[in-house]
């Protein structure tokens, strides 16, 4: 079992940034892939970026490219998402996931990703 824990999230202006952390503890010892989805209200959960134990990394929609970030410590099971630039298109709940595996090849599928934190709120303001 992983637990997943979030923090980081908060009210800003559009134009502001925010970084996310998400601690894991528990059966880490996989060197699972971890990931950020967020979801909006009244809108399915949407793959944001991942990342791999060894650095490997892919992020989702176009909208986040350039202006988003993540990166990871593996010695403190800790994973970020450096949000710069926020829109208030933004706004929605941020959720760690962790996979069971290295890598996930369908990464944007909420299937794929076996634990979740409880989310954290990103609200952006114009």
């Known amino acids: 079992q992983v637990t997943l824990v979030e923090s980081g999230g908060g009210s800003v202006q559009a134009g502001d940034s925010l970084r996310l952390s998400c601690i894991a503890s528990?059966?880490?010892?996989?060197?699972?892939?971890m990931a950020w989805f967020r979801q909006a209200p009244g809108k399915e959960r949407e793959f944001v970026a991942m990342?791999?134990?060894?650095?490997?990394?892919?992020y989702g929609p176009d909208s986040v490219k350039g202006r988003f970030t993540i990166s990871r410590n593996n010695v403190q099971n800790t994973v970020y998402l450096q949000m710069n630039n926020l829109k208030p298109e933004d706004t929605a709940a941020y959720y760690c996931?962790?996979?069971?595996?290295?890598?996930?090849?369908?990464?944007?599928?909420?299937?794929?990703?076996?634990?979740w934190g409880q989310g954290t709120q990103v609200t952006v303001s114009s």
């Open positions: 996931a962790a996979a069971t595996s290295y890598w996930v090849a369908d990464y944007g599928s909420t299937d794929n990703w076996s634990y």
């Open positions: 990342r791999s134990w060894s650095g490997g990394s892919a």
């Open positions: 528990g059966r880490t010892g996989g060197n699972p892939a």
